[in-house]
């Protein structure tokens, strides 16, 4: 439903109107039919909009608080849920998932729930097995029955990967701790009090007014889909618009139904066996080095795609940008990057300045690294679990987050930072994009974060 890659922000143009001309500028690159969008500066709603079509088939004009299906946006509420019973003493994020799912195999023993809302398991993506793909129909005990067999692309807690087998398996064990379906759960304790009233799960089979339709481009083709129908809801199921999300957006600045100690394991870096910290919290994307406040999430389905992108969160001068939209795959969450980069410049990441380099030996050794990772020859010396782990895992087999690092000329030192027991190391390629490089005290690295500047 939505992949982690990357982050790099659409580029903000100059303009009087930024997000008119973004919008309009990704619906001509992505032939997206219609797309809408809310912007929410210091709590108060300042933009709510309409693009193109709801029906690309009978060019219905799309309205502002139409419906779409917004897929991983889905799994940020499965973590609050989680959290509501983690407050209640019925859920343990410290726990073996074994005790929430019967039958679980031995491969499952040490993986915690914790790791589920993390994302790092190693549990393997269930949408790329044949028979339980997002346009597959099946339930849910033939679902579990076949991810029980599958092995784990890294053992747990020693890598980060993005995975919505995850929040699958979290649907199951919120509906053992809760004793109710999670479905009923989610609309009882969170979608009713905060008055989504809109806010509700896919059927395919339900007329429901002002839906919009989404589409899927292969090739020159375009088809007409009517979203997920399979058993799993607590992944990418939920169906919202943006009056609804608008108040999803108030509740979470508002810090409503959740303890202060929920919101903050919601908003706090997934920690590996390491010590090393991945800028994803529990449903939520976290700021990368450098960055404003920051949290987003982006969600892709069958025919639909949409993003949350907030900064600031409590802060003055804090915008939530929502963008919706009938068309798979636009990056929603980037897309809403850029209009708030267009509305405020200053949230813009800084561009490290190039040093004087302490340790040119350290940096050419480095560059190596760098050049045997982009060829997948980087060996177990050079490089930790935590960067090799995931790439075995089903998004990053057809190709390397790294490819592009042996195109680099330039791997100019910036500056050194100190994490805990690590090193972070900040580079600038070729005067276009900057590097962060993390080492283990054995000079390993250990994470690699690339970053193109922006526009």
Partial sequence: MYAAGVFAFLAPLAFADPIDTVVRREMTRTGCPGMTVAVVRDGKLTTKRAYGVADLELGDKMRPDDLFEVGSITKQFTAFLSLLLVQDGKLNLEAPISEYVDGAPEAWKTIKVRNL??????????????????????????????????????????????????????????????????????????????????????DINAIWPRRAHGIIRQGKETMRVSGMGGSIQSDGTLVSNLADLVKWDAALRERKLLKAEGYAELWKPGKLANGLEKPYGMGWFLTGPDGPAYVGHAGASVGYSGGIARFKDGQKGSISVIVLCNQYAVQ??????????????????????????????????????????AANKATAEEVGASVTGPLGSWRLRSGSPYASLANVKTMAFAREDRLGGFKRLVYRLDSKSTAYLTLDEAGKIVAVQLRPDPA
Wanted: charged content about 20%; aromatic content about 8%; overall charge negative.
């Fill in 117 to 202: 809302l993390n994302q790092n398991s190693g549990l393997p993506e269930y949408v790329q097995i044949e028979g339980l793909g997002l346009m597959d129909t099946f339930d849910r005990a033939r679902w579990l029955e076949v991810m029980k067999t599958q092995p784990l692309d890294f053992p747990p807690s020693t890598a980060w990967a993005y995975s919505n087998t995850n929040y699958a398996l979290m649907g199951l064990i919120i509906e053992k701790a809760g004793g109710k379906p999670y479905t009923e759960q989610l609309t009882d304790r969170v979608l009713k009090p905060l008055g989504m009233t809109e806010t509700r799960f896919q």
């Fill in 332 to 373: 929603g969450e980037e897309l809403g990057k850029s209009i708030a980069l267009g509305l405020d410049p200053s949230l813009k990441f800084p561009i490290p300045t190039p040093a004087a380099d302490p340790d040119a030996a350290r940096t050419a050794h480095l560059r190596e690294v760098l050049n045997h990772l």
